[in-house]
């Protein structure tokens, strides 16, 4: 846990975090270098986001949208979720409202704000909360392991992955 029992932490999601040392991933032929970072270990839950929600400095608060190009009506509510479990991941998140989150989280926890004007570049070097760049999803999607395309391996396994071929119908 990266945040503790204090005053300005109240009413934030607790998140389990891991560490991923870093390393180089080639995607479409390109290699890039990849410096370790934490990633959730599981995907932001319901009860997670709808912590920014309910939060009265929260999701319609005008300081976490600056400079995103949502429109007034997305940033006034969030888009309906499906699921309604506690722990299932959050659906129907757009990137917009990750951005978002992520600075809410951010300032709750006193650290420096997402840069306003977001390019890989500057969102790879910010050292807060924030989304992964596509080479940090490859390099924990793949386990660090160059040869696999998928977390378990080179090829495609139905049964490995909550999709539209494995038939399971709902989050998890």
Request: proline share 6%; aromatic share 16%; hydrophobic share 35%.
């Amino acid at each position: 846990r990266l945040w503790g029992d204090k005053p300005e932490h109240e009413g934030l999601p607790d998140i389990v975090w891991l560490k991923v040392g870093g390393g180089k991933t080639k995607i479409e032929g390109e290699t890039f270098a990849v410096r370790p970072f934490y990633i959730a270990k599981y995907p932001v839950t319901y009860t997670q986001f709808q912590a920014f929600i309910d939060a009265l400095d929260g999701f319609t608060n005008p300081r976490w949208w600056q400079s995103l190009a949502a429109n007034d009506d997305h940033k006034l509510r969030p888009a309906e979720q499906y699921f309604k479990f506690g722990n299932h991941p959050r659906e129907s998140v757009s990137w917009y409202d990750a951005i978002a989150f992520c600075r809410w989280l951010n300032a709750r926890l006193g650290w420096t704000d997402i840069p306003a004007r977001l390019t890989l570049k500057t969102l790879g070097a910010y050292t807060g909360l924030r989304l992964l760049t596509e080479w940090e999803w490859q390099w924990a999607a793949t386990g660090g392991r160059p040869g696999y395309e998928y977390p378990w391996g080179p090829e495609w396994d139905n049964a490995k992955a909550n999709t539209g071929e494995s038939g399971l119908g709902r989050t998890t």
